[in-house]
């Protein structure tokens, strides 16, 4: 089985690459820059070099044709400023949902954030993200074609995985380690019926298994 994940050079794309590749996906990530490419190499991964801020959909949907799912993983980073969380966080997810129906790819999972809102509140940058975020989630939700799901993360740390989680629709805040996050998101690709869930994700005392059979009802 093929996947494709946009921001295939971000934290948490890097160690999806690595779970995927390790269980004998294939796996292509879009990268902005050809240096970016060694890193997706080392996890097992085939660098795609694709700006999603100048692409047109034709020319991803040219690098989704034949894949078996899509991972909205990219974002415009913590030191960017307010116009790339539109332009990234929000037109590059939807280009990329976009993309993914024109290549008849139904499998969408979208990394998004715990607090994503189209009308949140505020006029900082951070209120700007969770706004962006949360328009990029309403899109993809609107889109009959995708088999989506959308994770919410809480506050990401890079504390190493203990692989026990609190997943639902509705956590409270909480962190969440980013070797938790890609194991939920290996989990939840391999696991159809949670398709059309929008959940929050946070540390707790569920092993990911059996959080995301929990949630797809299984």
């Known amino acids: 089985m093929r996947m494709v994940i946009a921001g295939g050079h971000g934290q948490i794309a890097l160690r999806l690459e690595r779970l995927l590749s390790a269980r004998g996906y294939e796996v292509a990530g879009l990268i902005r820059r050809a240096e970016q490419g060694e890193a997706l190499r080392a996890a097992g991964a085939e660098p795609v070099l694709m700006d999603l801020e100048s692409a047109s959909v034709e020319e991803v949907a040219a690098h989704l044709r034949g894949a078996d799912a899509a991972v909205f993983a990219a974002g415009a980073g913590p030191g960017s400023g307010a116009a790339r969380k539109d332009t990234v966080d929000k037109d590059a997810a939807v280009l990329f949902a976009d993309a993914a129906v024109r290549a008849g790819v139904r499998r969408f999972v979208v990394v998004s954030s715990y607090g994503a809102d189209p009308g949140h509140p505020g006029d900082e940058v951070f209120d700007i993200y969770l706004r962006a975020k949360g328009a990029a989630d309403a899109y993809v939700r609107g889109l009959d074609a995708l088999d989506w799901t959308i994770l919410r993360p809480g ?33 939840l690709l391999e696991t159809p019926a949670t398709a059309g869930l929008t959940l929050e994700l946070i540390g707790g005392s569920t092993p990911v298994p059996v959080a995301v059979k929990s949630v797809a009802g299984n």
């Open 155 to 187: 506050a990401l740390t890079n504390d190493p995985g203990k692989g026990l989680v609190r997943l639902e629709a509705h956590t409270g805040r909480g962190a969440i380690s980013r070797d938790d996050v890609a194991t939920v998101l290996v989990e």
